[in-house]
């Protein structure tokens, strides 16, 4: 058995805080372990830090939300032994004493310590989080302001042979996160001619998030699209379901058979030098 | 008034027998118990073959997943798997001991970092040491600076040679590629010391299930390193990508 192992569930929650009002969620933590853990509950608030979901955190000595642990025998920050199989529900409580409208990314830790204070000096140690996005608010619906940004269709070229990859950034422009919920559609001769939901990451206040599909197994793939293209002129409409509108953004690209004339053209080509030579030895004679 | 009442009464009653549909749920009874319930799921389960997986509820009263105003509610007992993955970090062993150190010669040991994510998440993975190798403050190993005295906490170069001393590492696996180009790749761990934050070191932006990682520490020493104990911890931090 591993010399750590650890589970928590859920690996993220995302709420609506009303002022005044308190929010509780259960963790549940699990030891896997070979061995007993000491363990600690910390809360860190973190930002983005790119377009793909890494986040960079920081410190905030006084933060506007006020976290506790209902917990009867636990405190946040107190340090408590799980162990091996043992799970712990943990009565996570936040909070929000303020008016103030905005938005609090933050990360609930499980942070191992040294069992052993003898060990202390040389023991690799352990911390998992769980992503909290908070957002401070007293209406019950915030509204989402997606935007589509750095689009692009890759390759330049687009040949029947090429896989279409459509890229390009959702930005949020609002100022609460949001889910993406939308879906590209390309069009041809005004029937559609592929169709997929957007996968629906969630996008930070005044951050991008990279576009991406999502499968019929829930999972994420990028958007492309399989060959062979049938050679033509095609429209394409991104849709984000706002929640109060609906945003479209149009593009269209055309697919040439580049491939099948570069490879007739090259055919006659070589068929044009083998036959030359042939006919100016034959006229000689 | 009795007229009125007998009025009113008949018209609750013709209100409850005509305008009320009844409401279609299962109902099961027996001499001690009543059991009502809004919908009778007849089987459910996860199904698969070779090429295909399933996941399914029979009897769910509106199965599926409904969308509005961003609120997602997925009905049905096939749905529930989501939630039964949790963000899952192995570490294999805690103590990594390098034995005795001849000087010139690079010793090495591994750790191997397990990461399992819900759906819908990537993972990143950060590392940070308490501070360097060391016996006090005064006595350490330095951290590596590589080959070309250019790597840091955040840039891996080459660290091949037997001449330049110190103490570094180097990941290996699908999500370490971003960090380190190959396994000759190295560099310094993030110095809580130094004041240094920790850094990503392995990262994915899908969901992974039993994802590894391989550590591979590296310490070389000279031949004017103080004997002693040197020691120090690093601490590796999961979180799932949001």
Known sequence: MPAFNLILKPAQIEIILKPNAIFTQAYEVTNNSSGTLLLSTSVSPWIPADNTGTVTYFDDPNPSLKFSLSNADLKLGQDFLLNPGQKKQLVFKINNPSTEESDHYLTFFITQKPLNSALGGHQNLAKIGSHLLVSTSSKSTLTSNLRISKFSLNPIIKDIFTPLKINGEIFNNGNHYSHIDGQITIYKNGQTYWQQNLFPYTTTSQNSRLIHCLNFQDEVIPCQLKIPLWPGSYQGTITLNGNVSKYEYSFQFFIFPYSIIISISLLFLLLFFLLKPKQSISSRR | ?242
């Open chain 2, 1 to 242: 008034m009795k007229i009125q009442m007998k009025l009113n009464l008949l018209i609750l009653v013709f209100c409850f027998w005509f305008l009320v549909s009844p409401i279609k749920a299962q109902h099961f009874s027996s001499p001690s118990y009543f059991i009502d319930w809004g919908n009778f799921n007849i089987t459910s389960g996860r199904k698969s073959s070779t090429n295909y997986q399933l996941t399914d509820t029979v009897g769910q009263n509106a199965p599926g997943v409904s969308e509005k105003n961003g609120i997602r509610v997925k009905s049905g007992f096939q749905y529930i798997y989501d939630t039964f993955t949790g963000l899952s970090f192995t570490i294999d062993k805690l103590n990594i001991d390098f034995g005795t150190l001849t000087p010139g010669v690079g010793v090495t040991d591994t750790n191997l970092l397990t990461v399992t994510t819900p759906s819908g998440h990537g993972y990143q993975i950060t590392a940070q040491q308490n501070h360097p190798l060391w016996i006090s403050p005064s006595l350490f190993i330095p951290n590596t600076a590589c080959d070309l005295n250019d790597c840091t906490a955040s840039f891996s170069t080459p660290w091949i040679t037997t001449n330049k001393y110190g103490f570094g590492f180097n990941v290996t696996g699908i999500g370490a590629t971003a960090y380190f180009s190959d396994s000759t790749y190295f560099r310094p761990f993030a110095d809580l010391s130094d004041n240094q934050s920790p850094v990503i070191i392995a990262s994915e932006n899908v969901p992974v299930k039993n994802r590894e990682a391989t550590v591979n520490y590296r310490v070389l020493i000279s031949s004017l390193q103080a004997a002693g104990d040197y020691e120090n911890y690093i601490t590796y931090t999961l979180v799932p990508k949001y």
